[in-house]
């Protein structure tokens, strides 16, 4: 399974009494399916997967499963805390379609996460999968790092076919690539270093900023797999300051705001994350401005 | 409510099929409430209870609800990641007989973990919350810090009747107890600082050393409150190497491994979480021999 | 030599031109002689002295030397990155009157900061040193920590006699008194963990703020010694608000703008450090009216 | 002034008696010299420029000098702790010869480094230079980090005309080339992130890598310049190895070990710093093997 492109990892609307809003959730992916992305991924941490319940998510799986073509890969989070709640999340999104699973490390226990213990829940996870497995390294927000160490050794386990990266330190992207095998898909996790990972040898990306601005993100992607680096670099530089407002500055409030901005209609964050403040939404509809996708 | 004293924040025991084991947590409570410890925390950190599905947290409260006397505080951590569930956890809670919750910090968005994120968190569920709720700060492994500043304006919610402070700054312990109302109780979430933090004005702790050693803990918070400080810090200087072996060093697996040892029985931890190596095993025994503990 | 008590670390006075000025100096250490202090340190990390060339080290070393009587211990800050460097500096301050040196572990290189590196820069330095030897860890401005099992390997160095700990944690402080034998002088670097400091064993301490309030803070190490924990207790809260604006809040600047308050007229810091502006200025003389200190 | 290539920051030779050695430093620049460098850079971090003292530093740029040819830009590490000692030791190094001077944040006083300071700082130094100068950015080991709001601000100063980031996050340092003029040099400043930062439109790099193997550094340059980028990948990660292996793992202690192995004669590194374990020099001469540039 080549996971090459540019993934949309969606957030989930939630309606006005905090419940998930599946008609909005249908409605925004249809639109997605308009346009150039690859695939998506719902239940990631866009997807405030944190905040939402198993039964919960099985009906957001099942919505975005009718909702997403069949030629479109559909990758669904199910990490978890412990090794069989995550089995039982990936059992479950695989029996409600989801075409693989996008697994973030567990973190709370930060002294115990070795690569041992690593390596040991990851291949727990994936002997259970019925589907393909992409391991999710997310440093920023788990405080845990997945050494290159560990996924080197998970790479060659048949039911692992990837990983997403969604730390900024290029050099570590170039040794994921290096270490693990030809057909590994490294992603990049952020749009902010989509490019240089593409340069370094990263087969794609899952990218919040995709969701919002799909085709400059595609193009962006074409342009350097034909190597015109030129253009390629000025695409990216063109995406950066929304990147960068879409990463660490406004975050899940930032995507939903400037979705609902392009009229997705996404809804608000669920609790205890809050809405983007004004200052936020104005500073995202400038940055958009020069996109000429805001609807009049 | 006063909660002034030793609380043992006790483990939750899993069979060999990584179950949870509600007859070794009878036994075991049974045994701990033969001694002097204050009261028991139960699915707190060293509870594992992210590791723990809501219906496996139901029957946990229950098991201990039963096999603690009225008299002795049962509190039981409720803290979730979204707002919603923690107030679900901590209404079940309060319906299986807890006497208070035990509510960490939400943690996983980590940039929008604002104080006033916190205040509302906090002020929502404890609106919510049947029984008085504790606040609790664990910056080590949530990556997220509860400000003083957010302490203090929680502390004058009616139904927030104190703190778990699990960090280490003894001027930050100190700065709680001057920021909050007298009967506010501020409780130091660590043996290693846990006499300092009475110095400072802590009326208590919540120590997994105590549940290991409860005895010589108890001890060490009535010998400072009888101002016999020489004595105090003799006993503190004897509990600070096993404090820190079950401190920062080996976490859950070395807790669990300290009370098999001293004849508990309370079973491995819970993957991804594994068995204490022996060397640790025997640096415990080691650590333990000095208090005559260890049965022969 | 015994380090008991409380020693303020003094600011180095520059003039208009950016120059030592050691008339202001002078001025300022008699005042400081007619009070409390146990005794003073120049060229520390609050003399500015990674600000400040060997020449006008020796200046003020020697200008403070006359002015200080010798009943009172005389210590000079002499760490540097290179251990030559090191002990060139701790021979002339020997040389320059100094009864002590106080010397600050390298940091640049921080990966090769090991404890065996640690280790032999330490002992190099007291084998030179015609004084006797203070440790000085200061990790949050260092970026370095210098282990425990470093201080108790170097704490049986007969040149080496105490520790200058800068951090807060107090377990580490309960453990670098409990890992060296009884005479060596642990120091509280900070008065907002004097008191706990004191609690668990150290013997004074070097603090910022006892330059500015000597006579509270004397008197709270006095007490403690004393066994008068509940009004030990009570100053120590008074202070808190002081130390914090000393401390992490306004560094250098905010101790030569408090003492200036005071009428030390101790000048301006060095560039590239920038006067305190008038906001932290009107906050320290706020916190400063209750000691009813400030010159009409 | 363009500074665009590859930059060796070569190391400061000490004989057996940790003194400068001045007939070392002329034999490895003469060889050097031999080959396709851009330009040196001398009392960099790699040139242990803050284990030496101001006398040692004339005299490395006086030999540094006559050794390097007039058209290979000759460049010196010139920053201090205080804004003086920075314009004093610039400007010594313009009268000894130096092209341009590289200026290192101050880094000390971590809490008072506010972008205005380092604006200030500077420009002050920039105002007295009497040759073109470099920011240098080294978070790793300074602990503090010079914004891009202050490049940004600093790179329209007709004296200032670069920067070094030695920092791993490409997202930074697409933004620092962004962010500042088309004229102005963006140096990667490790040779991992080198290529990344070639894509994303850095103009070169001061790299310790290309101080050991100079025509593979060089030749990476010219394959990215050329539009080459399947060759520039492979001779990407042909170098990752080793330059990991200089760069956080073995640090200037790896770095002389390497040249020695190669023939240079650079001697050891000045206590604190020990010269690298047995282990080490193993790895590196594995790693270097591939490249058949060991003397048999």
């Given at each position: 399974m080549r996971l090459s492109g540019v993934f949309a990892p969606i957030p989930t609307p939630f309606d006005e009494s905090?419940?998930?809003?599946?008609?909005?959730?249908?409605?925004?992916?249809?639109?997605?399916?308009?346009?150039?992305?690859t695939g998506l991924v719902v239940l990631g941490s866009n997807g405030e997967a944190v905040l939402i319940d198993d039964d919960e998510a099985d009906r957001v799986i099942t919505t975005a499963r009718e909702a997403i073509p069949t030629d479109r890969p559909f990758i669904v989070g199910t990490g978890r805390e412990s090794t069989q709640a995550?089995?039982?999340?990936?059992?479950?999104?695989?029996?409600?379609?989801?075409?693989?699973?996008?697994?973030?490390?567990?973190g709370f226990f930060k002294g115990q996460?070795?690569?041992?213990?690593?390596?040991?829940?990851?291949?727990?996870?994936?002997?259970?999968?019925?589907?393909?497995?992409?391991?999710?390294?997310?440093?920023?927000?788990?405080?845990?790092?997945?050494?290159?160490a560990a996924v080197s050794r998970l790479a060659t386990h048949p039911n692992i076919i990837g990983l997403k990266e969604s730390g900024g330190?290029?050099?570590?992207?170039?040794?994921?690539v290096s270490s693990t095998p030809a057909d590994f898909?490294?992603?990049?996790?952020?749009?902010?270093?989509?490019?240089?990972?593409?340069?370094?040898?990263?087969?794609?990306?899952?990218?919040?900023?995709?969701?919002?601005?799909?085709?400059?993100?595609k193009r962006l992607f074409?342009?350097?797999?034909?190597?015109?680096?030129d253009e390629a670099l000025?695409?990216?530089?063109?995406?950066?300051?929304?990147?960068?407002?879409?990463?660490?500055?406004?975050?899940?409030?930032?995507?939903?705001?400037?979705?609902?901005?392009?009229?997705?209609?996404?809804?608000?964050p669920r609790p205890p994350l809050t809405p983007l403040p004004e200052a936020g939404?104005?500073?995202?509809r400038e940055a958009l401005a020069q996109f000429e996708v805001i609807p009049a």
């Amino acid at each position: 399974m080549r996971l090459s492109g540019v993934f949309a990892p969606i957030p989930t609307p939630f309606d006005e009494s905090d419940r998930v809003d599946l008609v909005r959730l249908r409605k925004a992916i249809a639109r997605w399916m308009t346009g150039p992305l690859t695939g998506l991924v719902v239940l990631g941490s866009n997807g405030e997967a944190v905040l939402i319940d198993d039964d919960e998510a099985d009906r957001v799986i099942t919505t975005a499963r009718e909702a997403i073509p069949t030629d479109r890969p559909f990758i669904v989070g199910t990490g978890r805390e412990s090794t069989q709640a995550t089995v039982r999340a990936t059992k479950r999104a695989a029996d409600h379609g989801a075409d693989a699973v996008l697994v973030r490390t567990p973190g709370f226990f930060k002294g115990q996460m070795t690569t041992d213990v690593f390596v040991r829940h990851y291949t727990t996870v994936a002997d259970a999968s019925p589907v393909p497995v992409l391991l999710y390294n997310f440093t920023a927000l788990t405080g845990v790092n997945l050494p290159v160490a560990a996924v080197s050794r998970l790479a060659t386990h048949p039911n692992i076919i990837g990983l997403k990266e969604s730390g900024g330190d290029i050099a570590t992207v170039s040794e994921l690539v290096s270490s693990t095998p030809a057909d590994f898909n490294v992603l990049a996790g952020s749009a902010a270093t989509f490019y240089a990972a593409l340069c370094v040898g990263a087969v794609g990306g899952v990218l919040a900023l995709s969701a919002v601005l799909p085709e400059p993100c595609k193009r962006l992607f074409e342009l350097t797999g034909a190597g015109c680096h030129d253009e390629a670099l000025a695409m990216h530089r063109q995406l950066m300051p929304m990147a960068r407002l879409l990463g660490s500055a406004y975050g899940v409030p930032g995507l939903k705001a400037a979705l609902n901005l392009l009229g997705y209609d996404v809804g608000v964050p669920r609790p205890p994350l809050t809405p983007l403040p004004e200052a936020g939404v104005a500073a995202l509809r400038e940055a958009l401005a020069q996109f000429e996708v805001i609807p009049a």
